[in-house]
T-cell receptor
């Protein structure tokens, strides 16, 4: 069974600094997709970034980037130049190729200090 | 505006009183799902649908029903709610497999 683990329930970062959120997953599949979603206090789930397992290049979206280590089954999210608006719960998620079922980690609450 | 709309956003009900949470998407997406979010557990899939009249169980389907009579709508039905169904519920849709899910605003349900 697929499982996604986020071992950091809560983290803090100073505004303008860089922070890395960890995620590991367990799967026997070779084709899959990984995502980071952001959930601010409004509860809305917002896609931050997506990574295809077949791509070796790490995905980036402006200040957000990932470190995808397929052999280690690790998928960390790096947020550069942290802003107050980055404060939220962050969820790592996995879907198997050609399946519609998302597996989510338990989330990491990110606090941003001014 | 492309969106997934859930109603209501907040609901307090009593044990055993049937309720329906509605979900509608205006993006013509094939795939729709329901998730529940509980502290320390993340989001877990309750049911999903691959198209009209095609639904299947997720990881935690007990106590829930769904239907997909139209492509845009995917209501979640709790026939006899119990306190352990107190949770935050999300409806999500996807245009196809292997793509991200688009989420509704969430429904905070409390069963007393």
């Amino acid at each position: 069974a697929q499982t996604v683990t986020q071992s950091q329930p809560e983290m803090s970062v100073q505004e303008a600094e860089t922070v890395t959120l960890s995620c590991t997953y367990d799967t026997s599949e070779s084709d899959y997709y990984l995502f980071w979603y952001k959930q601010p206090p409004s509860r809305q789930m917002i896609l931050v970034i997506r990574q295809e397992a077949y791509k070796q290049q790490n995905a980036t979206e402006n200040r957000f980037s990932v470190n995808f280590q397929k052999a280690a089954k690790s998928f960390s999210l790096k947020i550069s130049d942290s802003q107050l608006g980055d404060a939220a719960m962050y969820f790592c998620a996995y879907i198997r190729y050609n399946f519609n079922k998302f597996y989510f980690g338990s989330g990491t609450k990110l606090n941003v200090k001014p | 505006e492309a969106q997934v709309t859930q109603n209501p956003r907040y609901l307090i009900t009593v044990t055993g009183k049937k309720l329906t949470v509605t979900c509608s998407q205006n993006m013509n997406h094939e795939y729709m799902s329901w998730y529940r979010q509980d502290p320390g557990l993340g989001l877990r899939q309750i049911y999903y649908s691959m198209n009209v009249e095609v639904t299947d169980k997720g990881d935690v389907p007990e106590g829930y029903k769904v239907s997909r009579k139209e492509k845009r709508n995917f209501p979640l039905i709790l026939e006899s709610p119990s306190p352990n169904q107190t949770s935050l519920y999300f409806c999500a849709s996807s245009p196809s497999l292997n793509t991200e899910a688009f989420f509704g605003q969430g429904t905070r349900l409390t069963v007393v």
